[in-house]
């Protein structure tokens, strides 16, 4: 997606914070006034990705002037005001470019802007919003500015590319299309080249990165993204051994280097490649503990703790997942610690302790409720009550307990956010499973045929799995009404007969 990240244009001086932006937010959460923006954009036809990392760099001031697409929408949500009004610098002093004249939102196919002289913008980065193009690369001359000061990490410009790329070539080219126009090498001869010290720029295009990676994941899954994702894991650790021109940029190409090692994990972890997501968490891990980052710390024990339920040992789950809620105490945010007693309880249920499972889990909920802090990490945007209760679900259905799953699950799949196609595939797709072993195979049809509506947009290795063992269960029930035909559309879907 089009980078967020705005260059102030004074090299050296931090960002400074967007108060009165916050101040509009309110007592909101940023997940939750992300979803007011999309909201709004979606009553004036706007297709805006805004979630909450967005809505914090914002405030952080990183971004200090919205693409048009964005400015609409802020405008539309708060009639009468300015951008200046909302906090944001006006774009004739984003790199000394002059203001717009007229119309604040040209139509597509205006004129690229001009610089101050009266020259054309080499980079055409100022140039309105066009659904249809492709990201745009860096301006020439300008290796180590690869975000123009007036992009945004936007949805409008580039989801419908990505959705099609997604569709029509696969995982690999909706990562080349994503991750492509980023400063960081994508190619394993690059790693190996001659290194030079890193500096801010290469800081910012890491955790842009994983910014990137993070949210076609959460769109699409991982099905073909996770091999692409490796290519900038090596580049990045490239830039970590090479060193840093200050100690600042050091440590956040140390922290950002993690995190791209727990999303590649990740993508391997969600594409059943254990072995692999094994590896890259425990280079995550071992990068926390030799740079004394203890929110890395306790993401990549959070992720080891999954990763340990999925591949069948609990008891090493719960002990990860206790390690992580014995770094994290330190952090402040009690959203993670509930992310974590969950990961725990999910260790119980796979020992079939129910008594300490429900223990963990009540402990999770009274977390939960304790509301949304700054302290939360930015990684855990997707933790909110529909992931809460998709998480409980399966807890009760590792349990054998069928209809208090499928209670969850249903919750689950009711309360996710429309943006986060891949969880409610992944929820839906538990519900099915639950009903059929629930012994309710009419409403089992009807969920996995939603399933496989959403499959037109998601590509994940769990989803497929959890679905094919639906229709396994459905199969001796095929001359139920509903079952057949949803039978008859996995198989003509899958090119299984059988339901194998």
Known sequence: MVSSTVTSGRPGRPPQPNLAFRRLRG??????????????????????????????RVESGEIRCPNYAYERVFLHMFPGRTLTDLGFAPRSSVRGRRARTGDASPPPGAAAARTGDGAQDPCGACAPPRPY?????????????????????????????LRRAFMTGGGTTVAAVSLGPLGLALDAAAAQRPARRAGASDAGALEETVRRIRLLDDRHGAGGLQRRAAAPLRAAYALLEAGATRQATADRLAASTGELALSVGWLAHDSGRFPDARSHYAEALATARTTGDAALEAHAFCNTAFLARDAGRPREAVRAAQAAQHVARSLGS??????????????????????????????ARALHERGPCDADPEWMSFYGDAELEGLEAQCWSALGEWARAARHAERAAGLQDPHF?????????????DLARDGRPDEAAAA???????????????????????????????????????????????????AG
């Open 27 to 56: 007592q909101r959460s940023p997940a939750e006034f992300a979803a007011a923006v999309r909201r709004a954009a979606r009553e004036i036809g706007e297709r805006v990705g805004c979630d909450a990392r967005y809505i914090g």
């Open 448 to 498: 996995g045929t939603r399933v496989l509506g959403l499959l037109e947009q998601v590509r994940s290795s769990r989803v497929h799995a959890l679905l094919a063992g639906t229709a396994r269960l459905l199969l001796p029930r095929r001359r139920t009404p509903g079952v057949a035909a949803f039978l008859d559309r996995y198989e003509a879907g899958t090119g299984v007969r059988g």
């Open 421 to 433: 196609t891949r969880n409610t595939a992944l929820y839906t797709a538990e519900l099915a499973g």
């Open 334 to 363: 009690a959203r993670l610690l509930s992310l974590l007693a969950l990961r725990e309880a999910g260790g119980w249920a796979g020992l079939g302790d129910r008594a300490a499972c429900a223990q963990a889990l009540a402990r």
């Open 133 to 161: 193009d492709s990201p745009r690369p860096p301006g020439p001359g300008r290796p180590d500015h690869p975000r123009h000061p007036c992009d945004t990490y936007d949805d409008h410009e580039e989801g419908d590319v």
